[in-house]
């Protein structure tokens, strides 16, 4: 196994087996000693009858086993079991490359690619105009995710999507004296984390992402919004969307404000 000893020398487990002397290939892949027997047989076709991990080889969970012997004591993968991804029979092979100096899904920079062998639809939409910075390399998946589970929903890292944002969008937060309601619930009401094609993550342009919610202004919109009267302005509540200035033009403090809107018991105009 000469290209495997070159390759494994440099890696986590090289290093960790190193200082543990009482551990070695046979921690991971069984005692070597029927697999000596039976390899040093001319023409042998058989069983190498040793752990093997490669693809197609033994079950995700007897594969598992083996690395949670170790990796189970970290509190990161106290959610294994009943995961998304162990549900799903992954074994930690699917991401991990056990036997390189590096390890691709442990790289913000080639962790994307890894991740997206599974979930090309995601590949697709950090690549759109809008997104975070992970084609770049200065985020990752596992940012915001938690591959080895969590007590979350979508693996997230925190409780729920929206504790998950506030991690980064601290100021986004509140509390404001008038909250948009969608903030306190889920941000990906108006966002699609992953990318989009218009500005700011929002899964479409204002004023039609505001309109799925928000009914407009009706004949005063033209007043108010400056739109300009043409055939289409006498269709539904009188809104032409080619001309018109857009919501945030008013509305523009959309997650929160402090600022008094109108005179009303529950004002929701969330003014500058």
């Avoid at 087996?17 to 991971?28: I, L, N, P, R, Y």
């Avoid at 009914?215 to 539904?236: E, R």
Wanted: with cysteine.
């Amino acid at each position: 196994h000469k290209s495997h000893k070159q390759t494994f020398q440099n890696s986590a487990h090289s290093r960790a087996f190193a200082a543990d002397t009482e551990s070695g290939c046979q921690s991971c892949h069984g005692g070597g000693g029927a697999h000596k027997e039976v390899a040093g047989q001319e023409n042998y076709t058989g069983p190498l009858k040793i752990e093997s991990f490669k693809k197609g080889s033994g079950t995700a969970e007897d594969k598992n086993r083996f690395c949670l012997a170790c990796h189970q004591k970290d509190a990161r993968r106290s959610h294994w079991m009943g995961s998304a991804h162990q549900s799903r029979d992954l074994d930690c092979t699917s991401c991990h490359q056990i036997h390189t100096a590096q390890d691709k899904v442990r790289d913000k920079r080639t962790q994307p690619e890894v991740c997206s062998t599974c979930h090309q639809d995601k590949r697709l939409e950090i690549n759109k105009p809008s997104h975070h910075p992970i084609p770049e390399g200065k985020m990752a998946c596992s940012d915001c995710h938690n591959p080895h589970g969590s007590a979350g929903p979508k693996l997230m890292k925190r409780d729920s999507v929206i504790e998950t944002c506030y991690t980064c969008h601290m100021e986004k937060r509140g509390p404001f004296v008038h909250n948009h309601q969608p903030v306190t619930e889920d941000c990906t009401i108006c966002h699609n984390p992953h990318g989009t094609v218009a500005e700011n993550l929002l899964k479409m342009r204002p004023p039609f992402l505001c309109h799925q919610c928000h009914s407009p202004h009706g004949p005063a919109s033209l007043a108010l919004t400056g739109q300009v009267a043409t055939p289409l302005a006498i269709a539904k509540n009188q809104i032409n969307y080619t001309q018109g200035r857009g919501c945030v033009n008013c509305h523009n403090q959309i997650h929160g404000t402090n600022n008094p809107a109108n005179t009303q018991a529950n004002p929701q105009f969330l003014l500058r």
